[in-house]
Nanobody
Framework: VQLVESGGGLVQPGGSLRLSCAASGFTFSSYVMKWYRQAPGKERELVAGIGSTGGPTNYADSVKGRFTISRDNAKNTIELQMNSLKPEDTAVYYC???????????WGQGTQVTVSS
């Protein structure tokens, strides 16, 4: 099982980034997919989630209207489009896969997002 995140980097406040997560080794379409993030000294928090078939989606209040989660079950990928980025969005972003029924839970290694001028 692998979840590989990409797309992180350094961006100025107000800018955009698009994160991707490529999944392999499991039946992707049976898993709810989520993005989490963890800032230095803080607990990991849920950013966004998407159902196994593409809906429903849910977002943390802090990112609603700025971030969009999507998935492509044909390519076994999810993405997180992040717009109007703020310094407080700085964190390591993690991709998570959770089976819709069984207690199976997988994590990626994370990708760093830094929002700074």
């Amino acid at each position: 099982v692998q979840l590989v995140e990409s797309g992180g980097g350094l961006v100025q406040p107000g800018g955009s980034l698009r994160l991707s997560c490529a999944a392999s080794g499991f039946t992707f379409s049976s898993y709810v997919m989520k993005w989490y993030r963890q800032a230095p000294g803080k607990e990991r928090e849920l950013v966004a989630g998407i159902g196994s078939t593409g809906g429903p989606t849910n977002y943390a209040d802090s990112v609603k209207g700025r971030f969009t989660i999507s998935r492509d079950n044909a390519k076994n990928t999810i993405e997180l489009q992040m717009n109007s980025l703020k310094p407080e969005d700085t964190a390591v972003y993690y991709c998570n896969a959770r089976h819709y029924y069984y207690p199976r839970d997988y994590w990626g290694q994370g990708t760093q997002v830094t929002v700074s001028s």
